[in-house]
């Protein structure tokens, strides 16, 4: 079965960047679009951006266009969130997801906090 194991959320203050990482195993990565969502806490979850199998295409939430950049390493089987400029209501748990044999697959999801 397929895992996804985020990491680098924490607590930054407003301005500030972090860069998240998602890495992926069981599973033929470099074929595979990637996505990352986000769930502030009492709303639903959101695509926050997505990228292309070969990293050539990408596509994000206008609420973070400009500011966040996702990009993958096929070679590492990991897929990046830089996100630049955070905003309070940035604050969320951010998840990385794939769809694989028509199952959409998450991970546990890494905390962000964005606070002064």
């Known amino acids: 079965q397929v895992q996804l194991v985020e990491s680098g959320g924490g607590l930054v203050q407003p301005g500030g960047s972090l860069r998240l990482s998602c890495a992926a195993s069981r599973i033929i990565f470099s074929i595979y679009a990637m996505g990352w969502y986000r769930q502030a806490p009492g709303k639903q979850r959101e695509l926050v951006a997505t990228?292309?199998?070969?990293?050539?295409?990408?596509n994000y939430a206008d609420s973070v266009k400009g500011r966040f950049t996702i990009s993958r390493d096929n070679a590492k089987n990991t897929v990046y969130l830089q996100m630049n400029s955070l905003k309070p209501e940035d604050t969320a748990v951010y998840y990385c997801?794939?769809?694989?044999?028509?199952?959409?697959?998450w991970g546990k999801g890494t905390l962000v906090t964005v606070s002064s």
């Open positions: 997801s794939v769809a694989e044999g028509g199952t959409n697959y």
């Open positions: 990228i292309s199998s070969s990293g050539g295409a990408t």
